[in-house]
């Protein structure tokens, strides 16, 4: 009897304690990473809350916290955090985002008609930008420009766009480059065009796409010589990706990164669970992470915690 009493006291202690750390907090840890258990000397590095909506209500992390807020729409209204900022977000009628202004004077504000909206950042008296963008009837742009109010109404960049009659683009272009693409019968990138102006000088790169008979993707080449591989599963889900400068990266079979290497022999590797979400991160300069998820009964995540591992 004694000896249940004892665990029982025990086992609340243990959860008083696991419920009750605080960002920050450092102490032993057990995790499980591809099936093996392991212990680490951690820190409670950030917590992310969330509503049970899945918006994303509070972070507390180390260095910084922040508060967000939605309305009924689930569309973000307000946010606050610890470094000062406050932002305040406006929308219409259809939901699209109207208006955004902080305190420190920063305001956006956004117009919309047919096939045309408008965007404006204003941060007077230090500069005032728009940007309008032209669309055609699938909402494809056509035609950007960016323009500084403050250098009365001089225009920044101008960009246009063409597409064929499957909605693909296949023509982009502005004063410094130019972009061509061609397409199969089946809609697939066969060959990417890239002209551009640098240092008064004409540079062109062409590149070439190869597929496999189930229409994915395998391989491309360069005119500079710059080549990439990709390898599927049997279910068609990538597998494995890597070019001729030294990057590679691996995929699980849903598609989740689980290891990669840049050209400079920087890795990383990664672990999920059942949902897709990572619970470990790891690279080859001896950074660690594990995450811990919480669910509402709804199955929507209530908090995520991010555990960052110790160095002796």
């Given at each position: 009897?004694?000896?249940?009493?004892?665990?029982?006291?025990?086992?609340?202690?243990?959860?008083?304690?696991?419920?009750?750390?605080?960002?920050?907090?450092?102490?032993?840890?057990?995790?499980?990473?591809?099936?093996?258990?392991?212990?680490?000397?951690?820190?409670?590095?950030?917590?992310?809350?969330?509503?049970?909506?899945?918006?994303?209500?509070?972070?507390?992390?180390?260095?910084?916290?922040?508060?967000?807020?939605?309305?009924?729409?689930?569309?973000?209204?307000?946010?606050?955090?610890?470094?000062?900022?406050?932002?305040?977000?406006?929308?219409?009628?259809?939901?699209?985002?109207?208006?955004?202004?902080?305190?420190?004077?920063?305001?956006?504000?956004?117009?919309?008609?047919?096939?045309?909206?408008?965007?404006?950042?204003?941060?007077?008296?230090?500069?005032?930008?728009?940007?309008?963008?032209?669309?055609?009837?699938?909402?494809?742009?056509?035609?950007?420009?960016?323009?500084?109010?403050?250098?009365?109404?001089?225009?920044?960049?101008?960009?246009?766009?063409?597409?064929?009659?499957?909605?693909?683009?296949?023509?982009?272009?502005?004063?410094?480059?130019?972009?061509?693409?061609?397409?199969?019968?089946?809609?697939?990138?066969?060959?990417?065009?890239?002209?551009?102006?640098?240092?008064?000088?004409?540079?062109?790169?062409?590149?070439?796409?190869?597929?496999?008979?189930?229409?994915?993707?395998?391989?491309?080449?360069?005119?500079?010589?710059?080549?990439?591989?990709?390898?599927?599963?049997?279910?068609?889900?990538?597998?494995?990706?890597?070019?001729?400068?030294?990057?590679?990266?691996?995929?699980?079979?849903?598609?989740?990164?689980?290891?990669?290497?840049?050209?400079?022999?920087?890795?990383?590797?990664?672990?999920?669970?059942?949902?897709?979400?990572?619970?470990?991160y790891k690279t080859n300069n001896d950074f660690e992470?594990?995450?811990?998820?919480?669910?509402?009964?709804?199955?929507?995540?209530?908090?995520?915690?991010?555990?960052?591992?110790?160095?002796?």
């Amino acid at each position: 009897m004694k000896r249940n009493i004892f665990f029982i006291i025990l086992l609340i202690f243990i959860n008083q304690f696991i419920f009750s750390q605080k960002v920050g907090t450092k102490f032993l840890k057990h995790f499980e990473v591809n099936g093996v258990k392991v212990a680490r000397n951690v820190q409670l590095f950030e917590i992310d809350k969330y509503d049970s909506r899945g918006n994303k209500i509070a972070i507390d992390c180390v260095s910084f916290s922040e508060v967000s807020e939605y309305d009924e729409n689930n569309n973000l209204i307000h946010q606050k955090s610890s470094d000062g900022l406050e932002i305040w977000y406006e929308y219409d009628k259809d939901g699209k985002n109207f208006t955004y202004k902080d305190n420190y004077g920063m305001y956006t504000e956004y117009e919309y008609k047919t096939n045309y909206y408008k965007w404006i950042l204003n941060n007077e008296p230090y500069y005032k930008q728009t940007e309008e963008h032209y669309l055609d009837n699938n909402g494809n742009d056509i035609y950007v420009k960016e323009t500084d109010v403050e250098l009365g109404e001089e225009t920044i960049s101008e960009n246009w766009y063409e597409y064929d009659q499957n909605g693909n683009i296949v023509h982009a272009y502005n004063a410094f480059s130019e972009t061509l693409i061609e397409y199969d019968l089946t809609g697939r990138r066969i060959k990417l065009i890239e002209k551009k102006i640098v240092d008064g000088k004409k540079e062109e790169k062409i590149s070439n796409y190869d597929y496999d008979d189930n229409g994915k993707l395998i391989h491309l080449i360069r005119t500079d010589g710059y080549e990439q591989w990709w390898e599927y599963y049997a279910s068609g889900v990538k597998k494995n990706y890597k070019d001729n400068q030294g990057a590679e990266k691996r995929y699980n079979e849903i598609e989740k990164e689980i290891y990669s290497k840049n050209s400079n022999n920087f890795e990383t590797w990664h672990e999920y669970n059942t949902d897709g979400e990572i619970i470990y991160y790891k690279t080859n300069n001896d950074f660690e992470c594990f995450y811990i998820y919480d669910y509402y009964p709804n199955g929507k995540k209530r908090t995520v915690k991010e555990f960052r591992t110790i160095k002796n």
